[in-house]
Antibody, heavy 119, light 109 residues
Framework: EAQLVESGGGLEQPGGSLRLSCEAF????????MNWVRQAPGKGLEWVSG????????WYADSVKGRFTVSRDNAKNSLYLQMNSVRAEDTAVYYC????????????WGKGTTVTVSS | EIVLTQSPGTLSLSPGERATLSCRAS???????LAWYQQKPGQAPRLLIY???NRATGIPDRFSGSGSGTDFTLTISRLEPEDFAVYYC??????????FGPGTKVDIK
């Protein structure tokens, strides 16, 4: 069964850093463009960042541009999100989600990892 | 930037009833770029419909999508107990890459 498993969430102080990971099991990430989507407590879904299957192209929401960096290691079947200068408003459940190249929807999702930014 | 508006915010219905959820875009979007997701409490979103009207793998045929241009609809023909959840529409674009609507909560009347 294809699944994504996120890790790396936790409690961090404002201004600190976190690195989220997402590992794929049961399928290869090589043909998937990958994304991070977050959901603040009691709120809706917000797309955060994306990366093409070959890492050629990276995309960011304005709210995280310059602070977050997305990367992947296809040999390790993994996706990462380096979160620097975190703010209280970055508090959310972070999901990794994949879409096949040339598709415009995300058809495989992890269960999420929780990030809390608080002093 | 395109804005997606979903209505109603909450839909209170009984099992067996028909649910009609609306997603309206602030400007015309390609049907290929419009998807619907279901999210239950404490769970990740699940893809229901892609390209406006195509059911994702394993999605029951009581779920259907339609629409074009700026107006899209998700219909659940007969609500089952497991269908009570929040539903999001999503549009693929340039910047940001994906935009989600605010969601419609379908709850039990």
């Amino acid at each position: 069964e294809a699944q994504l498993v996120e890790s790396g969430g936790g409690l961090e102080q404002p201004g600190g850093s976190l690195r989220l990971s997402c590992e794929a099991f049961g399928f290869s990430l090589r043909t998937y463009s990958m994304n991070w989507v977050r959901q603040a407590p009691g709120k809706g879904l917000e797309w955060v960042s994306g990366i093409s299957s070959s890492s050629t192209t990276k995309w960011y929401a304005d709210s995280v541009k310059g602070r977050f960096t997305v990367s992947r290691d296809n040999a390790k079947n993994s996706l990462y999100l380096q979160m620097n200068s975190v703010r209280a408003e970055d508090t959310a459940v972070y999901y990794c989600a994949g879409r096949g190249d040339y598709y415009y929807h995300m058809d495989v999702w992890g269960k999420g990892t929780t990030v809390t930014v608080s002093s | 930037e395109i804005v997606l508006t979903q209505s109603p915010g909450t839909l209170s219905l009984s099992p067996g009833e028909r649910a009609t959820l609306s997603c309206r875009a602030s400007q015309s979007v390609s049907s290929s770029y419009l998807a619907w997701y279901q999210q239950k409490p404490g769970q990740a979103p699940r893809l229901l419909i892609y390209a406006a009207s195509n059911r994702a793998t394993g999605i029951p045929d009581r779920f259907s999508g339609s629409g074009s241009g700026t107006d899209f609809t998700l219909t659940i023909s007969r609500l089952e107990p497991e269908d009570f959840a929040v539903y999001y529409c999503q549009q693929y674009g340039n910047s940001p890459l994906f935009i989600f609507g605010p969601g419609t909560k379908v709850d039990i009347k």
